[in-house]
């Protein structure tokens, strides 16, 4: 319990920083359009075990890195997720490729280290609009970040999937219109894993289980969801819940 509290302190810490530095580095940041890539941030089963003193160096290091990719207009979303699993955190990355955007998160110290390891999806498909320019005041919100995946109908064709995902493009938008979503895409499907989009809302797990009861792809089968707790730094998005 000690220790994961430490590493709970260590990514709270990791981002305030972020906030801060993610501020300085979109105001100065230009109009050059990219692609946005998702990356999971995971624990592998083989992680090795750190010293007290070497897993605050490797934390130091790491968020050194986070705030110099912020400041290269490389970063611009990250947030640890709050719930103990394998899946520790985020990055959205604006890059030219997929390639780009590996070599770029393999570039943290944790993952050099094989604490982490990060899983890069092709472009999520966002609004760039709905990533905002933080203040200077520092802290957290807390968001339900939510994974969408293929459903056990996922393979389905024809009019019903079309229908169906019409439906879910329609969902998103008036979750959004409601005030319940900060930022949502898919992801192509292409991309060699299930998921197949992200949604982030601004509210709590228990009621984003509810809402997204809801969408008409995830009535169907056709897609499911995984939600999680999450937190950024304020401001990078619409506003989320004070963090507990």
């Given at each position: 319990?000690?220790?994961?509290?430490?590493?709970?302190?260590?990514?709270?810490?990791?981002?305030?920083?972020f906030?801060?530095?993610?501020?300085?580095?979109?105001?100065?940041?230009?109009t050059?359009?990219?692609?946005?890539?998702?990356?999971?941030?995971?624990?592998?089963?083989?992680?090795?075990?750190?010293?007290k003193?070497?897993?605050?160096?490797?934390?130091?290091?790491?968020?050194?890195?986070?705030?110099?990719?912020?400041?290269?207009?490389?970063?611009?979303?990250?947030?640890?997720?709050?719930?103990?699993?394998?899946?520790?955190?985020?990055?959205?990355?604006?890059?030219?490729?997929?390639?780009?955007a590996?070599?770029?998160?393999?570039?943290?110290?944790?993952?050099?280290?094989?604490?982490?390891?990060a899983?890069?999806?092709?472009?999520?498909?966002?609004?760039?609009?709905?990533?905002?320019?933080?203040?200077?005041?520092?802290g957290?919100?807390?968001?339900?970040?939510?994974?969408?995946?293929?459903?056990?109908?996922?393979?389905?064709?024809?009019?019903?999937?079309?229908?169906?995902?019409?439906?879910?493009?329609?969902f998103?938008?008036?979750?959004?219109?409601?005030?319940?979503?900060a930022?949502?895409?898919?992801?192509?499907?292409?991309?060699?894993?299930?998921?197949?989009?992200?949604a982030?809302?601004?509210a709590?797990?228990?009621?984003?289980?509810?809402?997204?009861?809801?969408?008409?792809?995830?009535?169907?089968?056709?897609?499911?969801?995984?939600?999680?707790?999450?937190?950024?730094?304020?401001?990078?998005?619409?506003?989320?819940?004070?963090?507990?």
């Amino acid at each position: 319990m000690r220790k994961n509290t430490l590493s709970r302190a260590i990514l709270f810490g990791l981002l305030t920083l972020f906030a801060s530095a993610f501020a300085q580095a979109q105001a100065a940041s230009n109009t050059k359009s990219a692609n946005y890539f998702f990356v999971l941030l995971n624990r592998p089963r083989n992680a090795p075990q750190l010293s007290k003193e070497a897993s605050e160096k490797l934390q130091e290091d790491h968020m050194a890195n986070i705030r110099k990719m912020a400041a290269e207009h490389k970063l611009v979303i990250a947030g640890p997720f709050l719930d103990d699993t394998t899946l520790r955190g985020i990055f959205v990355l604006q890059a030219d490729s997929a390639a780009q955007a590996q070599e770029w998160a393999n570039s943290d110290p944790t993952i050099k280290a094989g604490r982490l390891s990060a899983e890069v999806h092709r472009p999520w498909l966002i609004e760039a609009g709905e990533i905002h320019t933080p203040g200077e005041t520092q802290g957290l919100e807390r968001y339900t970040l939510v994974l969408i995946k293929r459903g056990p109908d996922g393979g389905s064709e024809g009019p019903q999937l079309a229908q169906a995902m019409k439906q879910h493009a329609a969902f998103v938008a008036q979750s959004m219109q409601q005030g319940n979503l900060a930022i949502a895409g898919r992801l192509p499907d292409s991309d060699r894993s299930e998921l197949s989009g992200v949604a982030i809302f601004r509210a709590g797990v228990e009621q984003t289980t509810k809402l997204t009861q809801d969408d008409p792809a995830v009535k169907s089968g056709l897609l499911k969801t995984e939600s999680h707790p999450w937190a950024t730094g304020k401001g990078v998005l619409a506003a989320g819940l004070p963090l507990q």
